[in-house]
């Protein structure tokens, strides 16, 4: 594992341990990977840690970046270049993932996205490519480097920011609003929350011998969810007045669903 993201992890945890980040983090090999195919593994490498398994570092609308600037852990620049670097993956990742028919409105708008991109990238070669189709290929090393020294740049922006937050005087009230923040991400982790409750249905035919498959029972309990109102606060309540020590995301799910008696 990157060296900043476990210290990352170590100092949010010294903050409070309701803060659970990179929990999960997977990102693929690249050690075997060079030139263009390494440049988009690393692509979708942060791109699986800033939409998948932690969209409440910075790609949910009220996230961790955003309250880091709102109380001054950070600065307005880092707060930006924090964005922008999640930006580009996030255009890149599209481009390479989706059909682009630049005739339409929105891939039109994401070609000039990525020409800026690259105009930036290559900012002091005398011939800029000005499509990643024109990109020759000792050029993905610099596409490459540049990705990762910004990724290397944003892990520096969260250790300053839970460094500040460690001291600060507002304490009390970012981890308030972090539990907000949180308590939101995980509601809106329809994924995980599906995870969660097919491992509750797993359990639950192996200990009582139900007769029934594991998809079919946690959409059955999925239901139970939708009909008994669970929402967000009932999360929100775990972490307020529950949690005494360290749980998993999945874990904070759990209880929240045990203690709302909704199966």
């Not at 030139?35 to 570092?57: H, M, P, S, T």
Request: one cysteine or more; glycine letters at 4%.
């Amino acid at each position: 594992m990157h060296n900043k993201i476990s210290k990352i992890k170590k100092l949010s945890q010294d903050v409070n341990f309701r803060i659970n980040l990179f929990e999960g983090y997977s990102p693929k090999k690249i050690d075997s990977y060079k030139g263009e195919l390494l440049f988009w593994r690393q692509i979708v490498n942060i791109y699986g840690l800033f939409a998948d398994c932690d969209k409440v570092q910075i790609k949910e609308r009220r996230n961790l970046i955003d309250l880091m600037k709102r109380y001054s852990l950070i600065e307005k620049r880092e707060y930006d270049v924090a964005n922008t670097f999640c930006n580009d993956v996030s255009e890149l990742r599209k481009w390479f993932c989706h059909n682009n028919d630049t005739s339409l409105y929105y891939a039109s708008n994401r070609q000039r996205r990525i020409e800026g991109y690259l105009d930036r990238t290559f900012i002091l070669a005398t011939y800029k490519p000005n499509s990643l189709d024109c990109i020759q290929p000792k050029e993905w090393d610099i596409l490459t480097f540049d990705i990762e020294r910004r990724f290397e740049e944003y892990l520096d922006i969260l250790i300053k920011g839970f460094t500040k937050w460690r001291e600060s005087e507002y304490i009390e009230d970012l981890l308030q609003e972090w539990i907000y923040i949180l308590s939101f991400a995980l509601f809106s982790d329809k994924e995980l929350i599906q995870n969660t409750l097919a491992d509750i249905a797993k359990y639950d035919i192996i200990n009582h011998r139900l007769q029934a498959r594991v998809p079919a029972l946690a959409k059955d309990y999925y239901s139970k969810l939708v009909i008994g109102g669970y929402c967000e606060k009932h999360i929100e309540y775990i972490l307020t007045d529950i949690m005494t020590s360290k749980l998993s995301n999945k874990g904070i799910i759990t209880e929240s669903i045990r203690l709302g008696n909704f199966i």
